[in-house]
T-cell receptor, first 113, second 113 residues
Framework: DQQVKQNSPSLSVQEGRISILNCDYTNSMFDYFLWYKKYPAEGPTFLISISSIKDKNEDGRFTVFLNKSAKHLSLHIVPSQPGDSAVYFCAASGTSGYSTLTFGKGTMLLVSP | ETGVTQSPTHLIKTRGQQVTLRCSSQSGHNTVSWYQQALGQGPQFIFQYYREEENGRGNFPPRFSGLQFPNYSSELNVNALELDDSALYLC????????????FGPGTRLTVL
């Protein structure tokens, strides 16, 4: 039973446009959500997070939106750059700290020049 | 500040054998988590060690075991290897399990023949 779902295995976007990566979750106990980026032959790198008490968190070109009622979050990248091409994982945690992460399967983003 | 390192990078074993994977955590981090990432899947939590004690465990059989040493480095041991154990094994270190500062190593690619 997948508790964190990323239904799009891949996404292609042109440089300069917006990339929107989506994530759905089923476990109501999750209250902290993270996005990780992974390049080949490297470990996942933390990108941005959001607590369930917020509906938006912004860090430079990256913004994460959380819709608790729909159990849905999304990562917006504006503007997209070719260096953003990587696999993006959505992860969820049951508490805001001292906890384990439940990951989605990932979405491969390809940003073309 | 040194990052998380893992050894070996790649490993090939045969069914029934035993394997030990190693992880050096980031300087100052006292918590280590291990994840298994099968092909096409997101990382799955195996277990977490905090100050040399197992702090939590995912849905993995007892033949998956671990250790954390006084310097907070860690080992993952897998006995009686099965073909399905073939995966990328990721180690992540953090300070007291704080999820948004989990730093991942590059992983060890294990192939079981």
């Amino acid at each position: 039973d997948q508790q964190v779902k990323q239904n799009s295995p891949s996404l292609s976007v042109q440089e300069g446009r917006i990339s929107i990566l989506n994530c759905d979750y089923t476990n109501s106990m999750f209250d902290y959500f993270l996005w990780y980026k992974k390049y080949p032959a490297e470990g996942p790198t933390f990108l941005i997070s959001i607590s369930s008490i917020k509906d938006k968190n912004e860090d430079g070109r990256f913004t994460v939106f959380l819709n608790k009622s729909a159990k849905h979050l999304s990562l917006h990248i504006v503007p997209s750059q070719p260096g953003d091409s990587a696999v993006y994982f959505c992860a969820a945690s049951g508490t805001s700290g001292y906890s384990t992460l439940t990951f989605g399967k990932g979405t491969m983003l390809l940003v073309s020049p | 500040e040194t990052g998380v390192t893992q050894s070996p990078t790649h490993l090939i074993k045969t069914r029934g054998q035993q394997v030990t994977l190693r992880c050096s955590s980031q300087s100052g981090h006292n918590t280590v988590s291990w994840y298994q990432q099968a092909l096409g899947q997101g990382p799955q939590f195996i277990f977490q060690y905090y100050r040399e004690e197992e702090n939590g465990r995912g849905n993995f059989p007892p033949r998956f075991s671990g250790l954390q040493f006084p310097n907070y480095s860690s080992e993952l041991n897998v006995n009686a290897l099965e073909l399905d154990d073939s995966a990328l094994y990721l180690c992540a270190s953090s300070l007291s399990g704080d999820t948004d500062t989990q730093y991942f190593g590059p992983g060890t690619r294990l192939t079981v023949l």
